[in-house]
């Protein structure tokens, strides 16, 4: 008897593990099959079909905070557009003039220098920029040293070091241009330039001493130094305002999308929703912002002259062309003013 009860265990022990098995291979049968095509990105879409607008965001800080602060306005403009947004970030400054270029964005939050190329040769729209409850909307570029660094004037950087950050008006074009002034890009004088990624590692750099310089934006450098009374820094040159991460868009983007974008961005500060947004942002409203606001950028890299070749960007790169196009432009007597 005992042998009998043990072969029946075994058949339903051995019938049971062979509906599992059956259950299991059906169930993988009916798992979604991948796309070979897996390296060829799909446009995103919402429930009604419409293409996500692509959005580039500047790498000027932390990358996940820039993320958490854009998300924010990501959402509130997708629910306002009635279409998914896709926010990109891209690895530098010179890569978000790329990607716009190339249509991997149809829109994107550019500091000045990236934004005045991107006006000049791409012929792109600004929108928008950013203003703070301060009524603050534009930056100026800083050459700055440690407040308890022997460096006092820019005379006394001969032969030291500084931080600074290619394709930005801050750290990159003003600085080369104050150099250049002063005789420090060249013999003995000349400087030692270190890149670096952001506005934010220009100031650790300087903060450890790293470097005896950096050149960076005044609004990163002011929040720096309010977010610890013990930090200071000598500022030994400042630059002209320029327009602060404004918004531009593709030329070729639907004129009606353009409308409604702008439209809702200006009206963000008339309602609950969307002031509750800008908090989060971190600015108070958007403003208005035109091609003109750009001006002082094209004014240094046409006096920068043939200083432009120590900028330390290859010649074949995107700037290099954006000069010698302005330049050109200037000579048909069209540099003050870009195409419409």
């Not at 450098?221 to 500022?235: L, M, Q, S, T, V």
């Not at 108070?284 to 960007?313: H, T």
Request: glycine share 6%; net charge negative.
């Amino acid at each position: 008897m005992a042998v009998a009860r043990m072969r029946i265990s075994m058949v339903i022990l051995s019938c049971t593990l062979l509906v599992l098995i059956l259950l299991m291979l059906c169930w993988l049968s009916r798992e979604p099959k991948p796309d070979k095509q897996t390296d060829m990105p799909s446009p995103v879409r919402n429930v009604s079909g419409m293409v996500a607008l692509r959005i580039g965001i500047m790498p000027e800080r932390d990358v996940f905070e820039q993320r958490r602060r854009y998300h924010a306005l990501a959402d509130y403009l997708s629910e306002e557009l009635g279409r998914p947004i896709e926010l990109v970030t891209p690895s530098n400054y010179e890569q978000a003039f790329k990607d716009m270029a190339d249509g991997q964005t149809d829109a994107s939050f550019m500091g000045s220098m990236v934004g005045a190329m991107t006006l000049r040769q791409l012929d792109a729209r600004v929108l928008v920029k950013p203003e703070t409850a301060d009524g603050v909307s534009t930056y100026r570029g800083v050459i700055f040293v440690r407040e308890n660094s022997p460096i006092r004037s820019l005379e006394d950087l001969a032969g030291r070091s500084i931080a600074m950050i290619q394709t930005t008006t801050a750290g990159h074009l003003f600085p080369m241009y104050v150099l250049s002034e002063h005789g420090l890009l060249s013999g003995d004088k000349r400087v030692t330039i270190r890149w670096v990624g952001t506005h934010d590692q220009v100031i650790h750099q300087v903060q450890l001493g790293r470097v005896d310089a950096g050149a960076a934006k005044d609004l990163r450098i002011d929040a720096i130094e309010k977010a610890d009374p013990a930090i200071h820094y000598r500022r030994l040159a400042v630059g002209e305002p320029v327009p602060n991460n404004a918004l531009l868009v593709r030329r070729d983007l639907d004129v009606s999308l353009v409308k409604q974008l702008t439209s809702v961005l200006l009206d963000m500060d008339k309602n609950e929703a969307g002031l509750r947004v800008l908090s989060v942002f971190g600015i108070a409203r958007f403003q208005p912002c035109d091609r003109e606001e750009f001006q002082s950028v094209y004014d240094m890299i046409e006096k920068l002259g043939p200083d432009w070749n120590e900028i330390g960007v290859a010649p074949e790169s995107a700037l290099q062309s954006m000069r010698s196009d302005m330049l050109s432009a200037k000579e048909e007597g069209g540099f003050q003013h870009a195409a419409p």
